[in-house]
T-cell receptor
Framework: NAGVTQTPKFQVLKTGQSMTLQCAQDMNHEYMSWYRQDPGMGLRLIHYSVGAGITDQGEVPNGYNVSRSTTEDFPLRLLSAAPSQTSVYFC????????????FGQGTRLTVV | DAKTTQPPSMDCAEGRAANLPCNHSTISGNEYVYWYRQIHSQGPQYIIHGLKNNETNEMASLIITEDRKSSTLILPHATLRDTAVYYCIVRSFNTNAGKSTFGDGTTLTVKP
């Protein structure tokens, strides 16, 4: 099992560019979510999904879009990157039924210049 | 979910017990206490959780006060590899783990 896989690990964007951060899990988890972590701070929830075709906003959703067409994948789209979106992004998955812990990917470090 | 308060940083000598406190005075009856840690900007990793009884696993022990308003995570013999940010999270079991609210955590530095 690979767990939660995020790609790319590092990315530099210019202001105004768009890109998609990829997240895939192989644990058949119903629940997936995206967090961002700014330097010296905790994680903040961007968007989450409780299953294929169902997404909802978290604490800081502005500037980001998500979709969930399959159980395995949950991509995060930045429509028009801004320097304020410079952060480390973490994807997580968890089971609806074994709801003890969330499993996190290794993160994508994004810099917007 | 109830708010938690943790000290921003702590030091611990290698081989000694590390005791990390967490205050959650507004915890409600159906909320559990969960601990995660984040090593060197990797993704957070689950450590342990509990409702009201003390819990122990291969990684740590969790002591919850009788009134449940605070708890302590104990790493019995800290090693240099335990240097990390530790997050205390309170949530109900009905709130999915993927919607956990992370505060700023406690940065634990284990020193030789």
């Amino acid at each position: 099992n690979a767990g939660v896989t995020q790609t790319p690990k590092f990315q530099v964007l210019k202001t105004g560019q768009s890109m998609t951060l990829q997240c895939a899990q192989d644990m058949n988890h119903e629940y997936m979510s995206w967090y961002r972590q700014d330097p010296g701070m905790g994680l903040r929830l961007i968007h989450y999904s409780v299953g294929a075709g169902i997404t909802d906003q978290g604490e800081v959703p502005n500037g980001y879009n998500v979709s969930r067409s399959t159980t395995e994948d949950f991509p995060l789209r930045l429509l028009s990157a801004a320097p304020s979106q410079t952060s480390v992004y973490f994807c997580a998955s968890s089971s609806q039924y074994m709801n003890t812990e969330a499993f996190f990917g290794q993160g994508t470090r994004l810099t917007v210049v | 979910d109830a708010k938690t308060t943790q000290p921003p940083s702590m030091d611990c000598a290698e081989g000694r017990a590390a005791n990390l406190p967490c205050n959650h005075s507004t915890i409600s009856g159906n909320e559990y206490v969960y601990w995660y840690r984040q090593i060197h900007s990797q993704g957070p990793q689950y450590i342990i959780h509990g409702l009201k009884n003390n819990e122990t696993n291969e990684m740590a022990s969790l002591i919850i006060t009788e009134d449940r308003k605070s708890s302590t995570l104990i790493l019995p013999h800290a090693t240099l590899r335990d240097t990390a940010v530790y997050y205390c999270i309170v949530r109900s079991f009905n709130t999915n783990a993927g919607k956990s609210t992370f505060g700023d955590g406690t940065t634990l530095t284990v020193k030789p």
